[in-house]
């Protein structure tokens, strides 16, 4: 368990119009945040997890190989969305990213609104270090497949592709 001090954000779900709030990084640098919606919540620390820089790595391969160009920001979704199949499942449920968290009345990450309080607001939490037992078991082909399906599946669901 590690503590970790995450800022406090409002929330407007565009589905239903509840407002709530969650908690989040106040920068990009820091530890990547997973919840799987239902209560369970874990961290990753990029600057000790070595399968950051090998799913960098990998990552960078594929798009390099493919014919499609990504720009900085296409490349880092895809990098998050790869990574998030690295991270092993919690007893309900899957892992996802944080950056918005399940709207808590319909389930939905679509916001109207989403930002920081005026002024900041700021709460310690105790959170586990992700694991990736499942990913560790890999050969080197699996995770390359693991990561192409990732990058498919964001580009799926991405109208724009990368």
Same mark, same amino acid.
């Given at each position: ?29 820091? !530890?990547?945040?997973?919840?799987? %919606?239902?209560? /369970?919540?874990? $961290?990753?620390? @990029?600057?000790?997890? #070595? ?49 918005? !968290?399940?709207?808590?009345?319909? %389930?939905?990450? /679509?916001?109207? $609104?989403?930002? @920081?309080?005026?002024? #900041? ?42």
């Amino acid at each position: 368990m590690k503590q970790i001090n995450l800022e406090v954000f409002r929330n407007v779900c565009e589905r239903c119009g509840l407002e709530f709030e969650s908690l989040g990084q106040s920068d990009d640098y820091g !530890p990547i945040i997973y919840s799987n %919606g239902l209560g /369970s919540t874990r $961290f990753l620390d @990029p600057l000790v997890d #070595p399968t950051w820089p090998e799913v960098s790595a990998i990552v960078d391969t594929l798009i390099a190989s493919s014919s499609t160009r990504a720009s900085d920001s296409q490349k880092a979704s895809l990098f998050h969305s790869a990574l998030t199949r690295t991270v092993d499942p919690p007893e309900m449920g899957a892992f996802v990213s944080w950056e918005y !968290p399940p709207c808590p009345g319909c %389930g939905s990450n /679509s916001r109207s $609104f989403f930002g @920081p309080f005026e002024p #900041p607001r700021f709460q310690d939490v105790e959170l586990e270090e992700v694991t990736h037992n499942r990913w560790n078991r890999l050969s080197l082909k699996q995770k390359i497949e693991e990561a192409a399906k990732a990058i498919a599946d964001r580009n799926n669901s991405d109208s724009n592709g990368y």
